[in-house]
């Protein structure tokens, strides 16, 4: 039996971007209020009957959240401009060592409507 375990969290940062419309908005230093969910897929331990216990999965997203919460973006080494794509696959990147396990990584911007998914296979 494959099961689907997921755990939510937000961030919020500050960034710039280089765009050809909204040039002159995007531009300037403005900050988003993010929402991640990263999802885990896999057989549950049959002893314990969980695929990843709780806590651990917590930790692992904590200790991402951290690098991002309350930074400005264009200096977290790793992300590049800082599109909801590329803050999908940074976190897929500092996640996937502690989460083998990992499906899917999800970043939303929920007061614009902009959402990204990345997913394995």
């Known amino acids: 039996m494959v099961v689907e375990l997921s755990q939510r969290f937000f961030f919020e940062a500050a960034h710039t971007l280089r765009r050809k419309v909204e040039t002159e908005s995007s531009l300037r ?3 988003h209020t993010y929402h991640a969910e990263v999802s ?3 057989e549950p ?3 314990s009957g ?3 216990d709780l806590a651990v999965f917590r930790a692992a997203l904590a200790e991402v959240r951290a690098k991002l919460d309350h930074r400005f973006l264009d200096e977290v080494e790793g992300i590049g401009p800082a599109t909801l794509e590329n803050l999908c696959h940074y976190l897929w990147r500092e996640l996937a060592p502690q989460l083998p396990q990992l499906a899917r990584v999800t970043v939303e911007r929920q007061a614009s409507g902009d ?3 990345l997913s394995a296979c």
């Open 29 to 31: 230093i403005h900050g």
């Open 40 to 42: 885990l897929r896999g």
């Open 45 to 47: 331990d049959p002893a």
């Open 50 to 52: 969980m695929l990843m």
């Open 115 to 117: 959402k990204c998914t």
